[in-house]
């Protein structure tokens, strides 16, 4: 059994909620990464912050990046997966939420983040297509 620990991207960073869009946009600079998991004041995971949503929904939508939180954006339940679930509960979750970003955690702690890229390294190519059918398509 492959698990969400042995795919993942380890060291995954977190945001807090309170913090404003142009400092997601510089930490995500910093590491090379599009996404951020986003927590709250009691370190919960309350969301996912992407560069798509800082450009769509506040620069293109008028709105200063400093002084427009993370949290001000974040909608939704967060979606996340333990560290020891197997792959096919990663790709149920994933697929039935139409989501390419999954934070994983370990004893209520994020310790890492499966991506697309994660998905492609460690499953077959029938796997990926399937994947990629039922996110971007909605089957």
């Known amino acids: 059994m492959t698990t969400a620990k042995e795919i993942m991207h380890p060291g995954a960073r977190a945001i807090p909620a309170t913090e404003t869009l142009d400092r997601a946009a510089q930490l995500m600079r910093e590491l090379n990464v599009g996404a951020l998991p986003v927590h709250d004041v009691n370190d919960r995971m309350c969301g996912i912050i992407t560069d798509r949503d800082i450009v769509t929904k506040c620069i293109a939508a008028g ?7 993370c949290g001000d954006l974040c909608e939704g339940t967060p979606r996340w997966i333990d560290a020891g679930a197997d792959v096919s509960d990663v790709l149920t979750e994933m697929e039935s939420h ?15 983040i499966i991506t697309e890229a994660d998905l492609a390294r460690h499953l077959t190519d029938e796997q990926v297509a399937e994947f990629v059918e039922r996110v971007y398509a909605g089957s």
């Open 63 to 69: 709105r200063d990046p400093s002084k427009v939180t």
């Open 98 to 112: 139409r989501i390419k970003r999954l934070p994983v955690v370990e004893d209520k702690k994020l310790i890492g």
